[in-house]
């Protein structure tokens, strides 16, 4: 059976209003920071960014994309569905995030 290590995911809070942070470990290594879960607009319901932050994550490792990249569309994702009402249906389709 074959194994692979994914990189370690870190999160931090920034000040009051500055939004949770996700980012590879690579990208802490090098002394850079992720991008912000933050999308113009408010936040109206929070339901379902976990799901769809950890759902697109998986997606985008298995199509190839560098954890960079994939952690940087999760959050694209999540942000946008935080501004949504619902669960599923409020979950972005890729063309709304990449």
Sequence with gaps: MRTSRLPEIGATMRGDDAGRRIFPRSRRQRGQSGGSLRQDGQAVD???????????????????KSMDEAVDIA????????????????????????
């Design 46 to 64: 929070t339901t379902a960014a976990g799901d769809t932050f950890s759902g697109t994550l998986a997606a985008m490792i298995i199509a190839g």
């Design 75 to 98: 959050q694209r994702a999540s942000s946008i569905v935080v501004t949504r009402l619902g669960a599923q249906d409020a979950i972005p389709v890729l063309s709304e995030v990449v």
